[in-house]
């Protein structure tokens, strides 16, 4: 009898002992197997790299050479050249070391994810003629970005980003954008009288930290230009998705780590409930947008937005998704590396005072006491040089990232699903090979032929991305940061503060770490 009993409770534990095996089975191969035989694959193909641990690859690695870039630094004095100065060394500094030893192509892994660096030339132009749908975005972006990037331009792949595409481009092309100048100078307008005033008050010079002013600058023209709102009445989804940037930054080593997003950290919840409040943000504005489309219709980037996620219906994707990934999308990418890239320019020209005069002396020239217009900033040659110099140093985007779909081959690789692909843009940008020995300078003048004189081979600078997918709003970025560069400095000469700290920070874009505060004089 009591052999019986324990054979039917055996059975009855059978179900969920196979539910537990299975469970087991199932992470065992999504941590090990899988990843194993992706780096083997690649691995038997010539490709090197640091071995990887069990669960974290080479994250812990990684973090003893960050401690120890970090002591070094500590005791290290900058260089003269302190704003030209190679920050990547600083912010990355295992991948330095590993291209020293491995080479231009090598591999590495953050958790199961396994990640080909890339800065061989060769196979960058690959990358970058690469039209194939096999190649797009990584997965896990949408995992552990998913808060803030979702399933938006950014991160689709398939008929979806192509759909995307087809929707947003066209509302950013520079025929477009050239009607956007009037509206840029009001926002800038608006910012620099504000200055004029804070001059004024302090008898003729004043200590103004930028980055702010810049931020709020970029989200009002991309809330009058895209979303047919002001920077007041989107005020809160701005400084919702720049907290929810900063808490994201932090967690940027651990991508790959499975379950981590999961877990109820202090940073997750608090990511989880920005998420939240910015979805209903977003929805209520898109809302009020179609309400008011129905009286006085409004062709704008938002409206395109919406009539976009009426067009599916695509799987992986609701109407309601659509439009608040994409609206987070350009909310986070037009305002962050506008403003961003802005204030790293007025730090270098505060800097280098003879490429102030140049860019100003210029502005005056072709200006003449006359309204800005378009056709004025097409002219503005030495500050489109200030401003393809300054995205070389400090791309606000620090990596072109790529997945292979499906199996692809590249630079004579053949590359399972699942590899991650990654070309570290600041560092390519700062390579003496392409750039001469004078790559970590400040020298607006090596644009002076354009960027082909600048850059050989060409697909070497990348500020903007690659390929198909490089960054659909560059256009409004260059023109937005031409207008307000040009008005400022056509009111103010400008200096460095002696309070400025030198530390860029990596949130998820490169910015100043401490801000950065100019001493400004009305001229």
């Known amino acids: 009898m009591e052999l019986l009993f324990s054979s039917l409770q055996w059975l009855a534990l059978m179900p969920s002992v196979i539910v537990c095996f299975l469970f087991f089975s199932y992470l065992y191969t999504i941590l090990w197997i899988r990843p194993e035989w992706l780096g083997q694959k690649l691995r038997s193909q010539g490709v090197k790299g640091p071995k990887p641990s069990y669960l974290f690859g080479n994250i812990p690695e990684m973090r003893r050479i960050q401690k120890l870039a970090n002591s070094v630094q500590e005791q290290e004095t900058w260089t003269s050249d302190l704003f030209s100065s190679n920050y990547f060394a600083a912010l990355f500094p295992y991948f330095l070391d590993w291209s020293r030893v491995y080479g231009s192509v090598y591999l590495y892994s ?67 954008v050239k009607g956007m100048v009037n509206l840029m100078m009001e926002a800038a307008m608006s910012m620099l009288n504000s200055w004029e005033n804070e001059v004024e008050d302090n008898g003729g010079s004043a200590e103004i930290v930028v980055d702010e002013f810049l931020r709020n600058f970029s989200a009002d023209v991309i809330s009058r230009a895209c979303f047919g709102s002001s920077f007041t009445e989107g005020k809160e989804i701005f400084i919702k998705i720049r907290q929810l940037q900063t808490t994201m930054a932090k967690q940027s080593m651990f991508i790959g780590v499975p379950g981590s997003r999961y877990l109820p950290t202090r940073s997750n919840r608090e990511t989880w409930n920005l998420k939240s409040s910015i979805r ?60 961003t890239t802005a204030a ?30 378009f056709n004025m900033v097409r002219k503005l040659k030495m500050l489109t040089m200030v401003i393809q110099e300054t995205l070389r140093l400090y791309p606000p ?60 081979p060409l697909h070497m600078y990348m500020p903007f991305g690659l390929g198909v997918r490089t960054c659909a709003g560059q256009n409004l970025a260059m023109v937005e940061l031409k207008v307000v560069l040009s008005l400022l400095l056509s009111k103010f000469e400008f200096t460095l503060s002696p309070n400025y700290v030198h530390r860029p920070a990596f949130r998820l874009t490169i910015e100043p770490g401490e801000g950065v505060p100019l001493i400004f004089r009305e001229l």
């Open 397 to 456: 985007a620090s990596f072109v990232i790529r997945e292979a779909l499906n199996g692809i081959k590249l630079g004579g690789l053949d590359m399972p699903k699942g590899t991650n692909i990654r070309i570290p843009i600041a560092m390519v940008h700062r390579d003496p090979s392409i750039w001469g020995p004078s790559a970590d300078k400040f020298d607006p003048g090596r644009f002076g032929n354009g960027i082909a004189g600048a850059c050989k």
């Open 110 to 176: 953050t958790g199961s994810i396994q990640t080909l660096n890339v800065t061989d030339p060769d196979m960058v132009k690959e990358l970058a003629n690469c039209k194939s749908l096999d190649l797009g975005k990584p997965n896990y972006l949408r995992k552990d970005h998913g808060a803030l990037l979702g399933m938006g331009i950014l991160t689709s792949n398939g008929d979806l980003w192509v759909h995307q595409r087809k929707m947003i481009a066209p509302e950013l092309f520079m025929d477009k």
């Open 280 to 339: 209903t943000l977003i929805l209520n504005m898109a809302k009020k947008h179609e309400h008011n489309s129905s009286t006085s219709p409004n062709k704008d980037l938002l409206h395109s937005i919406i009539q976009g996620s009426k067009a599916g219906p695509f799987a992986s994707c609701t109407c309601e998704d659509f439009i608040v990934d994409n609206c987070k999308n350009i909310y986070f990418a037009g305002q962050e590396t506008t403003s």
């Open 344 to 373: 790293w320019c007025l730090m270098l020209l505060a800097s280098h005072h003879e490429w102030q005069s140049r860019a100003r002396v210029e502005f005056l020239d072709i200006c003449q006491g006359r309204l800005l217009d």
